[in-house]
């Protein structure tokens, strides 16, 4: 089974950059989008980021014009470039990768952002 394994968590001061990074055990043919998830404690999982093979990409209203997502579809990795971070930020990211047919969807184990003030 084809695992994603996601890296670049921490802890940062407000206006700060991180960048996550996703990356498959194993290059995937079948993918369609690959995308970024963030949930805070006792909040509704949220989508942040996603893009799709042709490289169109779709952002929350809360992180456009901060958040860069850039993936390499063949490679099945996915980086998340986090600027101006704020608070509100704060919370567990994970990625996710969709396939075409919908049965090798994956998520990673998640990594903690947390954005002091």
């Not at 670049?8 to 990074?21: E, I, N, T």
């Not at 404690?41 to 996603?50: I, M």
């Amino acid at each position: 089974q084809v695992q994603l394994v996601e890296s670049g968590g921490g802890l940062v001061q407000a206006g700060g950059s991180l960048r996550l990074s996703c990356a498959a055990s194993s290059s995937i043919s079948s993918v369609y989008t690959l995308e970024w998830y963030r949930q805070d404690s006792g909040k509704e999982r949220e989508l942040v980021a996603q893009i799709w093979t042709g490289g169109h990409t779709n952002y929350a209203d809360s992180v456009k014009g901060r958040f860069t997502i850039s993936g390499d579809f063949a490679k099945a990795t996915v980086d998340l470039q986090m600027n101006t971070l704020k608070p509100e930020d704060t919370g567990v990211y994970y990625c996710r990768l969709t396939t075409w047919n919908g049965r090798g969807d994956r998520w990673g184990q998640g990594t903690q952002v947390t954005v002091s003030s």
